[in-house]
């Protein structure tokens, strides 16, 4: 019989990421503002946890296939990528002000294919998700455990990231005195998050590692694609 999902929090790191959000207006006042400008520091470190994310995805792929867990982490990692095009303006943000005219004639040639290329793999990404029903691995994950406090966490980032730049009718950008830096780190938070709900769905759906002199037995068995 199948027990209820548990709401508990799964250790230190999900309080830490609570404590994280707690601390992003105040560590919005005492950052340099230099460190919320476009390809700053911050942005940076988004890059950073984006693209540690779509690696680790990949690195699960390599190692639950054929499950269908795997045809998750392999739908997953091109989507850390958008999000770091995105975070990167597609290329432009990491173009140096002192860049020569072959640069920047590559970079603005670049540019128009950008947003396409993007429509065109988020239209695979959707087509992708119906036929191998990735949705499997999510909720065989949430049925043991609910991550509800790094999704809460997400949610309030995110939401907090958005209304700092002005959006859903929520100007805190006219209230908050360092209304940049603070979205700058909400946005980050929410990709630190995002990566948390990752490690949560995929190490519920990793198979067991040998043990030398006995017999362990998988909690989950991965699906099998076909």
């Avoid at 460190?35 to 940076?44: D, F, I, Q, V």
């Avoid at 005195?177 to 990752?198: G, I, K, N, S, W």
Wanted: charged fraction near 15%.
């Amino acid at each position: 019989m199948r027990g209820s999902p548990s709401w508990l929090p799964g250790g230190r790191g999900e309080w830490a990421l609570l404590a994280a959000l707690a601390a992003c207006y105040p560590a919005s006042l005492v950052l340099p503002p230099a460190w919320a400008r476009e390809g700053g520091p911050l942005e940076n470190l988004q890059v950073l946890v984006l693209g540690a994310g779509s690696v680790l995805a990949l690195l699960v792929y390599l190692r639950t296939r054929p499950a269908r867990v795997a045809m998750l982490a392999l739908w997953v990692a091109p989507v850390w990528l958008l999000l770091a095009g995105r975070e990167l303006s597609w290329g432009r943000a990491w173009l140096p002000h002192t860049a020569d005219d072959t640069v920047t004639a590559m970079a603005l040639w670049l540019q128009p294919l950008a947003r396409p290329g993007a429509a065109v793999l988020l239209v695979w990404l959707l087509l992708s998700a119906v036929y191998y029903r990735i949705d499997g691995p999510v909720r065989a994950a949430f049925a043991r455990r609910v991550p509800w406090m790094v999704l809460v966490v997400l949610l309030a980032a995110a939401m907090g990231s958005t209304c700092a730049e002005g959006h859903m009718s929520c100007h805190l950008d006219q209230v908050l005195p360092r209304a940049q830096t603070f979205e700058e780190l909400c946005e980050l938070l929410a990709y630190v998050a995002l990566c948390m709900v990752q490690h949560v769905v995929f190490m519920h759906q990793m198979p067991a590692k040998p043990v030398p002199g006995g017999v362990h037995v998988s909690a989950v068995t991965p699906e099998k694609v076909g």
